[in-house]
């Protein structure tokens, strides 16, 4: 059964950087597109990007010049960094496995909400 | 990129009765068109993909339709657990993106 295990920081401060990590346990970590995506309290999913397994990265374009997503394919591990975070960077993020022969998500990780305040 | 729009954005209706969500994207999707399911507190369950197919587990009740930039999630009668939101997906091969619709919520009328 595959497993997406994701934490790390829950309260920053503004500029300061986000900082996440999601494991995936009890599959391959080839054959598909890993992914980040938030959701601010009360209010619907964004996308924020993804890595495969041979680092290709796509981002959303409205977040691109502050994200950055790294795998480590050793832990079968993947994370996201946000940097210069504001208020409105407060959410819930979640990861998310994407097969590549597909075009949906079909497993998601427990979320972590992440608050940002001074 | 490409905008999907959900509507209505609330709908309010009785366990039994049916429902009858749209999602409109802005520009041909074909047939790839994700539906998913979110309750409080949880991360959003995959209901339908490539706009018409349900995942194995998912009750018949749920189905989807629609090609190109029109599509429909049908919910034939509702239970108490579907009161929920509903947020439809998809994904464009290039450029690379991914966008979601706005969402549209269920609730019990």
């Known amino acids: 059964q595959v497993q997406l295990q994701q934490w790390g920081a829950g309260l920053l401060k503004p500029s300061e950087t986000l900082s996440l990590t999601c494991a995936v346990y009890?599959?391959?970590?080839?054959?598909?597109?890993w992914n980040w995506i938030r959701q601010p309290p009360g209010k619907g999913l964004e996308w924020i990007g993804e890595?495969?397994?041979?680092?290709?990265?796509n981002y959303n374009p409205s977040l691109k010049s502050r994200v950055t997503i790294s795998v480590d394919t050793s832990k079968n591990q993947f994370s996201l960094k946000l940097s210069s975070v504001t208020a409105a960077d407060t959410a819930v993020y979640y990861c998310?496995?994407?097969?590549?022969?597909?075009?949906?998500?079909?497993?998601w990780g427990q979320g972590t909400l992440v608050s940002v305040s001074s | 990129e490409i905008v999907l729009t959900q509507s209505p954005a609330t709908l309010s209706l009785s366990p039994g009765e049916r429902a009858t969500l749209s999602c409109r994207a802005s520009q041909s999707v074909g047939s790839y068109l994700a539906w998913y399911q979110q309750k409080p507190g949880q991360a959003p369950r995959l209901l339908i993909y490539?706009?018409?197919n349900r995942p194995t587990g998912i009750p018949a009740r749920f189905s989807g339709s629609g090609s190109g930039t029109d599509f429909t999630l049908t919910i034939s009668s509702l239970e108490p657990e579907d009161f929920a939101v509903y947020y439809c997906q998809q994904r464009s091969s290039w450029p690379p993106a991914l966008t979601f619709g706005g969402g549209t919520k269920v609730g019990i009328k």
């Open positions: 009890g599959g391959s970590f080839s054959g598909y597109y």
């Open positions: 998310a496995r994407l097969p590549r022969k597909f075009r949906h998500f079909d497993y």
């Open positions: 890595i495969n397994n041979l680092e290709d990265t």
């Open positions: 490539d706009a018409s």
